[in-house]
Every structure is written in structure tokens, then in C-alpha cells.
């Protein structure tokens, strides 16, 4: 196990190394390769630069020069003195043996730009297109060469061996010699060729640069989707409950896990296999029109009717692939509400609709998937057929030229060899066609969150120090909020004042605002009108981290996170001591449960808490709050989820605690509200009252009206005694 | 095992290994089992389709003999290429082809059915089932969770249901059929072919322990880290009220490092497996060709046929 580990570790120090000193790779490639170009350049006397070559020159410069691949001066630079040399050695190779320059400058082509992929991939996001760029070129090279290679050798199989085709010449070579080597004659040209070795290390050469590929790819797969998932977090972490409504916490969720994954897939689908289809293609293109056989047409004709073939089956497919998405979402949405709305589903007795809605999105999403796979089952036998016959053609069609004496057989079967590389060069791209527009809607879904802009930016100079010496006095004054994109106001003309060391209730019914009040004091939304200071200065010119440290936040639903039961008291800051802990859970009525469990404060937490009963987690935030020290308490409902006995021993062991704190409670039960200094009674987003609860009794009839409907006349007569 | 600062049991929920995997697969297939008849079609097509497919290069190879032998015959003076006999072979050959072709569309249309109706009925049966379950269950699993099952998973079954069965009935077929051809070719060509065999199983099993200790890391981190995601998204207001934005960005980033190390080392080792084989198979290549030249040397196989190896 452990030797696994250093061996990987190992691997790591000495790629890391080598990519920190990417020359070291290109010097270790070329002299791995130096012999194979010493051979190739014997096999044409008189060479010349062909015209593709002179193109990716041209192609790798304008991109360093024109293409602006990066702000960073950095990569630039390695970029620009990267062609530098590629150039020099170039024009060196050049002069001394054309066919060497042809190979020095492949590799070191190949060697810069996939390195290069690497080190920008792993410094910037916004590079990312150009990282798929440059991996594109290099994997061109790579091929470019590995055909011109291929095609070399089966030209100079052809001319050896006249009559039987490349492969054939093994055969023919071994029956003929023997198993000895051919003679080696060194003062007239390198001559070194062995056709079973040859083939060995071809296939060696092939395998080594694939790996490398491979290694690249996965690489910078990786190093993307790291990025995306860094930055996509980082932002979201910085948004405020505007933007988080805007998307919805669901779909930021899929967006930062599922889309990333299906990105980073096909990041890795088109490095490793997808990128040179085209090239693949294009260069069979170019050779077997080279060969001057006469029979290109029969190319031509597949390629039409392959292009043909996927042009119809994705005109058919993509409108539903596209609707696909939209069918999925649905569906998402609504199993979502299925789950969501378990408890009022049940209660209502609301099963058989819910399943019906369920089923229609389940059949719609069926019918469009059974289609597109329908059509795409099409596409591989017609694809295997038209590959088929065009091999039969080939045979037909040559066999009457062989017999005219214009080709022979061996230039038929490198024929065949080409045309098949073609039409799985054209096989590839249809794969890219089908993975394209899916990972295209999972790219778009993934800047949108990363292009949003925060709305929510602190001021230049906080007016932190000036709120430092107040006691938490929270004022709101003619506060208006309207919710992104919604016309009406969601809360008006709210004004009050919260002072330290008295409890401000409010209370209202299901949607009236009251959260959407209290949002608004931690600034998880910014007040559309008026404004709410602490201590005498607005809280939109303190600096947010300063104004939540003094808010004690407990929210509706008890939200924990992974940990431990100390990881979440301890939530608030490092600062927060054992004895605090300890406190904080005594008076939430937390350490009964907390102490019945055999690791105690140490007990494992689940993720979102789901380990721990609804009200214990609710008791551990309220706990969490009340180990900060705030100066501000808000509670935002957060009492519902406990029975009334432990609400109310709570409540009496945190008003004893709270003391000098200004403590603001939402409630639904008027149980909770009746002792607070100051109730402010709601109604659809207006304060309808504000006073006592003996005041509100006799001013208020909204409030009146709630309390009614919760205490019994008896009760509501002895809490009128009791004051 | 670096963790993070927060070091909790990683629940690996919705990676956990099926515990019992052939109980799993028997359980599938009893599920399948409704579509008896149309998996039975799907067979019988995948094989043909693999058969004919398998002949053809023989059926091809037939067609250069021919050409071949006319051409010396020709060069020798006694006699000619025989167009009329070469273009019945390619005809026929033409005609395996398009069967081929049929066959290959009948088994795919009918096992898109298949994989489809199957994904509609267990995601119907799971909305029922939601309404069947004790209201505890959902307390003890996320939402997220359940809904990941409903349409991710649903999904991927789908997915490798209608690529595996294909492709493990293709494959099985090409093997035997395969094996058939070379066997008629030369049975001692055949037998160094298969000397590779065990070569290449060494490697696949090398490469396969190495790079499924990777992936088990990576998609227990994968979901380490969408277990962060979903609960700080969730709990985005306790997260800012507290100020932990930086710390759980910090945590995040820890499990994100991992994640990367684990994911690109399991998706670069299964990578390595294509360049190797392609390497062995050349070997493979390379040994049937100079074994080919000996056989030919001593006079006992034709030369064109033992191309097609």
C-alpha cells in the first residue's frame, strides 16, 4: 500500500518537475526519437517542406502573436520565445537535412503545446479555449506525424516489394531473406530497414505519445473542472439570497457538480480521441488523393453520403435532444416538489394527483429519449455499411485498374487502409456533434453563475469603528424591500427600533414578511428604500463580516453542517472556549442529548444534520447562536420546532442569558411573543401594530384576532391579570 | 488521511459499492424479465449482425485472392482476371453487408425500447413508492439524495443497460467468430495469436487494480464534495450570518485538491489501457507475420489470406 503511494508520489515529484522544465521533456523526447529521424531521413533522398507544414508554422505563430491567449505576461512570454525556438530550430533543421527538420519540428511542436496546455490550464480559467486550441494543434502534430510516418513507410513497402501490398512485405522480406537484417550500408545513404522491428517501434513510438496524450488530457480535464468547481463555489459563496433565488439552491447545486462533471467529460473525450478526427480524415483526404489512383471519387461519394447520413439524423434529433433538457429539468422540478411536499401531500390525501403530474413529466421525458435513441441506433449500422461497401467498391472499382496496369495491388490495399481512417476520422466528428451541444448547455449553465455579478460589495472605507462602542441598538426607518424582478413592495413603511436589553417580538401570519424582516438585518437582502442602522449607522456602510459578527442568527429550519456536535457550536469563530460550548448548550436545552450520547460533544454530525431529530438540530443552532456573544439575536422562528414545555424553559433560560443583548424573535405562536417589551403585529408586509401585548389586545384587532384563535378565553383573561 | 478540518465519516452515499452484485444482477434481470421476448430479439439480431460482420473480411479477402491470382496468371501468361467470378464474391458480399446492416438497426431499435420502457417503469415505481415510504425516511435522507436516485441514477442504469448488452453479446460474437476464421486460416497461426492473450490479461489486470483504487478515491470524493456543496448551498444564510464564507471555501478547496490528484491519476490509468493493448496486439502482429513468413517459406499457407490475420 504504502509503496503504491510513494511510487505515485514519486511519479507526481518527477512530472511535476519535468513540467516545471518542459525543455527537459522536449530534449528527453528528441533524443528518444533522433534514430527514427535518422532512418526517415534516408528514405527521401531529396526533400522538400511540404505545404502543411509551413501552415502549422504559420498557424502556431499567429496564435502566439495575434491570438491574445492570456493576460498574464507569464505565459505570454513562455509562448512567444516557445515559437522562437521552434523556429530556430527550425530554420537550422532546415538547412542540414529536411526530413530531420520535418520530425525535430513536429516533436518540438508537440512537446510545446502540450505542455504549455498544461501550465495554462492549470494557472487560468479564462484560458480555457485556448488550452483546447493548443491541445487540438498539438494532437495534430502528433497525428500529422504519425501518418506521414505510416504513409513513408508504406510507399517505400510498395517500392520495395512490387506486386504485394505494405503489410504483405513482412512476409515477403522474411521468405525471401531469411531472418537476417538487410545490409547496412552506410556510405551511401542511412539505410536502416527492418520491416518487423521497424513495425515494433512505430507501434512503440505510438503508444509512448498516446500515453502522453492521455496524460495531458486527463491532466487538464481535471485541472478544468478543479477551476470551474473553485470559482463556481467561491462565487456562490459570495452571493447573497437575491442571486441564490435567482437560480434557486437546486439548480446552483447541479450546476456546480453534475455540469462541471459532463464539462470535464468532454474536455476529456475531445483531448483524448475527438481532436483528431478531423485531421484524421483530412489527411486521408490528402494522401489518397496523393496516391493518383484515379479512384478518390469513391471517397468523395462516402463522405457525402456520411455527412448526408449525420447532417439528417441530428436535423431530426436536436430539436428533441434540446427539448430533452427542458424534460429533464421538469421532471427534476417536479419529483423536487414531490419530496419537498411529502407532509402536505400526505395530509391532503393528495398521492394520486401528485403520482399523475409525476407520471406525465416520467412519459414525456420517455417518449422524447426513446426517439433521439431511436434515430441515433440508425446511425452505427448505416455508418458500418456505408465503411463496408465502400471497401467492396474500392476492390471493384481497383481490380479493373490493375488489370489496365495503372495501380497496383499494394497502392489498393493502402488505399482501403486511408479510406477507412477517413470514415473514422468522420465517425469521431458525429460522436463530437452528439457530445458538443450537451456539454455546450452545461458550459453556458456554469458561466452564467460565474458571469453573475455580486450585488452585494463592501463599502471602500467601513464605518466599522464608528458602530464599534454602541450596545446594538437596530433601527429600521420607512424600510422598503421589493424582491428582485417582483412588482409589488414585499414589506412598507416599516419603522421601529430594537433596543438592547429587550425583546422585540414579531408575529403575523404565513407570509406577511416577518422572515423577509429579518433577512434584511444580516443583509442577506439590501433594503429597496429607507434604511436600517445599528447604533446610529446604516448597516450597508458596515463592512459585512463586522455587522454579522454581532448578529446571533438562528434560522427557521435547524440547519447543521458535517462535523461534530462541537464543530457546530463552535461554528461562530475560533474564539469560542469549551465553557462557552458548554453554556451555549445548557441554556438551549441541548446537553441532556448532547450528554446521553456516548461521544458527547464529539458525537458525528451528517451532513445537513439528518442524524439528529428536527428539534435537537434546532436546538443546536439556537446553541451555535448563543456561543457567539452576539450583541443582536434574531430569531427567526426558530422555537416551532420544539414542544411547548422546552420552548418555554428555553426561552426563560436565554432571557436570564441574553441580558444586555437586543434580542429580535419571529413567532407564529402568540405563547412565544405574549412577554416581549415590544410586539410588532404584521399583515401583508406593513406593521398593523406595535405595543405590548395588553396595548396590541385593545389597539390591534389583527393581533386580536391571532390570539384568539390560540388561547382559550381563560388564558387570554388570567395573561391580561397576570401584567 | 487528510480529511479536512471538519473530519467527519464521509457518508459515500451515492457511490456506495452494490453490496451483493450478483444478487444486484439477478434482481435486474428479474426485472428485465418482462421484456423476455424483445431481449431474446435483440440477441438473436446481435448475433447475426456480428456473424455477417465477421464473415465479410473473409468473404473480401476471397475477392483479392482472386484478383491476386489473376494478376500472375496474367503477368505469366496464362490467363486473365477473372471480373465475372470477382464481382459475384463482392456482390454476395455486398448483400451480407446490408443484412448486416438490418440487423444491426432491428437489435438496436428494439433494445432502445427495452432500456427506455425500463427507466419509465422504476422511475414510476419510485414516485409511488415516495408515497408509500414511512414520513422517517425523509428525515434520514436529503432531498437531494432521493432525487439524484429518481433521475441520475435512473438515467446511467438506462444508459449502460442499452450499451453493455449490446456490446457484450457483439463482443462475445466477434470473439468466437474471430477465432472460428483464423482457425480455418492456419490453427498454428492462431496459436501464437492466442499466446498474447495472457500478456494482455497481466496488463488489463495491472492497470485495472491500479486504476480502480484511483476511482474509488475519486468518486469517494466526489462525493465528499457534493455532500459540502449541497449542505453549504443549502445552509448559504448560516454560512454568511456566521461569517464562514472563507473557512468553507478553505475546507472546499482541501477536498477539491484531492479530488483533482484522485481524478485525473483514475481517468489517466484507465486511459493507458488503449495504448498498451493497441502495443501488445502490434506484437501480437508483428509474431504472426514472421511466423507467417516461415509457414510461407516452407511452403504450407497461402500469402493473402494470412494478411487478414
Known amino acids: ?723 | 488521511m487528510a480529511e479536512g478540518r471538519r473530519n467527519a465519516r464521509p457518508r459515500g452515499r451515492r457511490f456506495e459499492k452494490p453490496k451483493d452484485f450478483m444478487g444486484t444482477i439477478r434482481k435486474l434481470l428479474s426485472y428485465m424479465g418482462r421484456y423476455r421476448i424483445a431481449v431474446i430479439i435483440v440477441m438473436i439480431f446481435a448475433v447475426g449482425s456480428t456473424i455477417f460482420n465477421v464473415i465479410g473480411p473473409k468473404i473480401l479477402g476471397n475477392a483479392t485472392t482472386e484478383l491476386f491470382n489473376g494478376l500472375i496468371a496474367k503477368i505469366s501468361g496464362t490467363g486473365q482476371i477473372n471480373f465475372g467470378k470477382i464481382g459475384s464474391i463482392l456482390l454476395k458480399l455486398m448483400g451480407l453487408y446490408a443484412c448486416s446492416m438490418v440487423f444491426a438497426f432491428i437489435q438496436g431499435w428494439v433494445m432502445s425500447g427495452v432500456s427506455q420502457k425500463m427507466c419509465f417503469r422504476m422511475r414510476e415505481e419510485i414516485s409511488r413508492k415516495i408515497n408509500r415510504m414511512p414520513l422517517g425516511y425523509f428525515e434520514s435522507n436529503t432531498v437531494g439524495d432521493v432525487l439524484s436516485r429518481i433521475t441520475n441514477d435512473v438515467d446511467t442504469l438506462g444508459q449502460s443497460l442499452n450499451q453493455s448488452i449490446t456490446q457484450l453479446i457483439t463482443s462475445v460474437c466477434t470473439l468466437i467468430g474471430v477465432l472460428v476464421m483464423m482457425l480455418s486460416i492456419s490453427p498454428l497461426m492462431t496459436l501464437i495469436t492466442l499466446i498474447i492473450l495472457p500478456v494482455s490479461i497481466v496488463l488489463v489486470a495491472v492497470i485495472v487494480k491500479r486504476s480502480q483504487k484511483y476511482f474509488f478515491a475519486q468518486q469517494k470524493y466526489l462525493g465528499k464534495i457534493d455532500g459540502q456543496i449541497e449542505e453549504t448551498f443549502s445552509g448559504h444564510n448560516v454560512v454568511k450570518a456566521f461569517n464562514r464564507e472563507e473557512t468553507e471555501l478553505e475546507a472546499f478547496r482541501e477536498t477539491n485538491d484531492i479530488l483533482f490528484e484522485s481524478g485525473w491519476k483514475s481517468q489517466f490509468f484507465s486511459g493507458l489501457m488503449m495504448p498498451l493493448m493497441n502495443f501488445v496486439s502490434n506484437l501480437g502482429y508483428v509474431a504472426v507475420a514472421v511466423a507467417g513468413a516461415m509457414l510461407a517459406a516452407a511452403g504450407t499457407i497461402m500469402i493473402v489470406p494470412s494478411c487478414s490475420m
Open chain 1, 1 to 723: 500500500m504504502s509503496t503504491i503511494k510513494e511510487k505515485a508520489r514519486t511519479f507526481d515529484v518527477v512530472f511535476d518537475t519535468l513540467l516545471r522544465h518542459p525543455y527537459i521533456v522536449i530534449a528527453l523526447l528528441c533524443a528518444l526519437l533522433l534514430p527514427f529521424g535518422f532512418a526517415q531521413a534516408s528514405q527521401i533522398a531529396e526533400g522538400h517542406i511540404a505545404f502543411e507544414e509551413l501552415l502549422w508554422l504559420f498557424g502556431m505563430v499567429a496564435l502566439t502573436l495575434f491570438g491574445k491567449p492570456s493576460k498574464s505576461f507569464k505565459i505570454n512570454l513562455y509562448l512567444l520565445l516557445s515559437s522562437a525556438v521552434m523556429i530556430l530550430l527550425f530554420s537550422l533543421m532546415v538547412s542540414e537535412n529536411p526530413q530531420h527538420a520535418q520530425m525535430m519540428f513536429i516533436l518540438v511542436g508537440v512537446g510545446i503545446f502540450q505542455l504549455g496546455a498544461v501550465m495554462v490550464a492549470e494557472k487560468s480559467l479564462k484560458t480555457d479555449r485556448l488550452i483546447l486550441l493548443m491541445m487540438v494543434l498539438g494532437v495534430v502534430v502528433r497525428y500529422c506525424y504519425v501518418l506521414r510516418y505510416d504513409y513513408t513507410q508504406l510507399q517505400h513497402d510498395v517500392g520495395s516489394f512490387e506486386g504485394t501490398h505494405g503489410h504483405a512485405s513482412y512476409i515477403m522480406y522474411w521468405y525471401e531473406n531469411g531472418l537476417k537484417l538487410p545490409d547496412f550500408d552506410v556510405s551511401t545513404r542511412w539505410q536502416f530497414y527492418h520491416p518487423p522491428l521497424h513495425h515494433l517501434l512505430m507501434a512503440l513510438l505510438m503508444s509512448v505519445t498516446a500515453v502522453l496524450t492521455g496524460l495531458l488530457a486527463s491532466r487538464v480535464s481535471a485541472g478544468v473542472g478543479r477551476r470551474l468547481r473553485e470559482s463556481i463555489y467561491e462565487k456562490v459563496m459570495k452571493f447573497t439570497n437575491a442571486e441564490m433565488e435567482k437560480f434557486s439552491t437546486a439548480s446552483l447545486i447541479t450546476r456546480s457538480t453534475n455540469d462541471i462533471q459532463q464539462v470535464q467529460f468532454v474536455i476529456v473525450m475531445l483531448l483524448r480521441m475527438v481532436a483528431y478526427a478531423p485531421i484524421l480524415a483530412a489527411f486521408g483526404i490528402v494522401k489518397v488523393i496523393r496516391t493518383r489512383s484515379g479512384m478518390s471519387w469513391i471517397i468523395v461519394v462516402a463522405v457525402i453520403a456520411l455527412s448526408a447520413l449525420i447532417g439528417i439524423l441530428l436535423a431530426v434529433a436536436m430539436p428533441k435532444f434540446k427539448k430533452m433538457q427542458t424534460l429533464v429539468d421538469r421532471l427534476n422540478l417536479v419529483s423536487r416538489e414531490l419530496l419537498t411536499g411529502i407532509m402536505p401531500i400526505r395530509a391532503f390525501s393528495r398521492e394520486a394527483h401528485e403520482e399523475k403530474r409525476f407520471e406525465k413529466a416520467s412519459r414525456d421525458l420517455y417518449e422524447t429519449q426513446l426517439f433521439t435513441n431511436r434515430t441515433m441506433s440508425i446511425m452505427m449500422p448505416v455508418m458500418m455499411f456505408i465503411m463496408n461497401g465502400v471497401s467492396v467498391l474500392i476492390v471493384w472499382v481497383g481490380a479493373g485498374r490493375v488489370d489496365l496496369g495503372t495501380i497496383q495491388v499494394g497502392d489498393l490495399t493502402a488505399f482501403v487502409t486511408y479510406s477507412m481512417v477517413i470514415v473514422i476520422g468522420f465517425l469521431m466528428m458525429s460522436m463530437v456533434s452528439i457530445l458538443l451541444p450537451r456539454a455546450g448547455i452545461a458550459a453556458d449553465r456554469i458561466a452564467e453563475v460565474l458571469d453573475t455579478p455580486v450585488s452585494l460589495i463592501d463599502p471602500d472605507q467601513p464605518r466599522d469603528g464608528e458602530a464599534r462602542e454602541g450596545s446594538g441598538r437596530l433601527a429600521f426607518q420607512d424600510v422598503q424591500f421589493t424582491y428582485p424582478g417582483a412588482e409589488a413592495p414585499a414589506l412598507a413603511d416599516i419603522s421601529f427600533t430594537a433596543s438592547p436589553g429587550e425583546v422585540t417580538a414579531i408575529i403575523g401570519s404565513t407570509g406577511c414578511g416577518k422572515t423577509t424582516l429579518v433577512n434584511l438585518i444580516p443583509r442577506f437582502f439590501d433594503v429597496t428604500q429607507g434604511q436600517i442602522t445599528l447604533d446610529g449607522v446604516d448597516i450597508r456602510q458596515l463592512s459585512q463580516k463586522y455587522l454579522r459578527d454581532q448578529i446571533g442568527y438562528v434560522p427557521q429550519k435547524g440547519m447543521l453542517f458535517t462535523g461534530t456536535i462541537e464543530s457546530n457550536i463552535k461554528y461562530g469563530g475560533d474564539q469560542i472556549t469549551d465553557e462557552d460550548m458548554k453554556e451555549a448548550a445548557r441554556i438551549a436545552q441541548a446537553e441532556e442529548f448532547i450528554l446521553e450520547k456516548k461521544e458527547g460533544y464529539g458525537y458525528d454530525i451528517a451532513q445537513e444534520g439528518a442524524n439528529v431529530s428536527g428539534g435537537q438540530r434546532q436546538r443546536l443552532s439556537i446553541a451555535r447562536a448563543i456561543a457567539k456573544h452576539p450583541k443582536i439575536y434574531v430569531f427567526d422562528d426558530s422555537f416551532s420546532a420544539l414542544d411547548y414545555k422546552t420552548d418555554l424553559v428555553l426561552r426563560t433560560e436565554l432571557m436570564k442569558y441574553t441580558g444586555d443583548s437586543t434580542v429580535i424573535i419571529v413567532a407564529q405562536r402568540i405563547s412565544t411573543v405574549l412577554h416581549a417589551d415590544k410586539i410588532l403585529c404584521m399583515e401583508e408586509g406593513r406593521i398593523v401594530g406595535q405595543g405590548t401585548h395588553e396595548e396590541l389586545m385593545k389597539s390591534c384587532p389583527t393581533y386580536r384576532e391571532i390570539a384568539q384563535s390560540q388561547l382559550s378565553e381563560a388564558e387570554l383573561a388570567s395573561m391580561g391579570g397576570e401584567d
